[in-house]
T-cell receptor, first 113, second 115 residues
Framework: AQKITQTQPGMFVQEKEAVTLDCTYDTSDQSYGLFWYKQPSSGEMIFLIYQGSYDEQNATEGRYSLNFQKARKSANLVISASQLGDSAMYFCAMRGSDYKLSFGAGTTVTVRA | SAVISQKPSRDICQRGTSLTIQCQVDSQVTMMFWYRQQPGQSLTLIATANQGSEATYESGFVIDKFPISRPNLTFSTLTVSNMSPEDSSIYLC????????????FGPGTRLTVL
């Protein structure tokens, strides 16, 4: 069974500063993928970034980077230069070989001007 | 990338009725998934909709309550049957295929309120 843990229910960040969202996972699969999604109040799930378990380099997508520490089973998301539009719920998710996603509880990010 | 549309985007229904949600993808995909997000909660997988075979349901979800169709590789429906207020949720379809192995996309969701 796969388990995703996000321990930060909510976070506040000042505009233009960076914020790190924590995510730890547990799985017995050797091959897996880790995802981060953004969910604004509209409810849509916006894909942000992906990290494969065999990827040696940390993934980056624009202002998003994933700090992948395989031995510690963590996949933290870093959002640099926060913008007001970054205020949303953020979910960490894991996908196993069956393509099913398991989600963490989510972290609400509020960006202050 | 895959473009996914869902209909309806939202609905308000009376208890005891049923609602069918449609999911359309702009390209052929191997697997489609249906997720539920109850208010203030995370996403939970309802079932995997596979073309050419019956849907596979997760623990706690049954076919009589959530029948799923998958007539082709670009379309699927989820029906929420005999609804109760506890079914008020956002329902999202998602697609996965080897082509998109580094991503997994979601439709915009259907926001359902049951009175």
């Amino acid at each position: 069974a796969q388990k995703i843990t996000q321990t930060q229910p909510g976070m506040f960040v000042q505009e233009k500063e960076a914020v790190t969202l924590d995510c730890t996972y547990d799985t017995s699969d050797q091959s897996y993928g880790l995802f981060w999604y953004k969910q604004p109040s509209s409810g849509e799930m916006i894909f942000l970034i992906y990290q494969g378990s065999y990827d040696e380099q940390n993934a980056t997508e624009g202002r998003y980077s994933l700090n992948f520490q395989k031995a510690r089973k963590s996949a933290n998301l870093v959002i640099s230069a926060s913008q007001l539009g970054d205020s949303a719920m953020y979910f960490c998710a894991m996908r196993g070989s069956d393509y099913k996603l398991s989600f963490g509880a989510g972290t609400t990010v509020t960006v202050r001007a | 990338s895959a473009v996914i549309s869902q209909k309806p985007s939202r609905d308000i229904c009376q208890r005891g009725t049923s609602l069918t949600i449609q999911c359309q993808v702009d390209s052929q995909v191997t697997m489609m998934f249906w997720y539920r997000q109850q208010p203030g909660q995370s996403l939970t997988l309802i079932a995997t909709a596979n073309q050419g075979s019956e849907a596979t349901y997760e623990s706690g979800f049954v076919i009589d309550k959530f029948p799923i169709s998958r007539p082709n590789l670009t379309f699927s429906t989820l029906t929420v049957s005999n609804m109760s207020p506890e079914d008020s949720s956002i329902y999202l379809c998602s697609v996965g295929t080897r082509i998109f192995r580094d991503t997994q996309y979601f439709g915009p969701g259907t926001r359902l309120t049951v009175l």
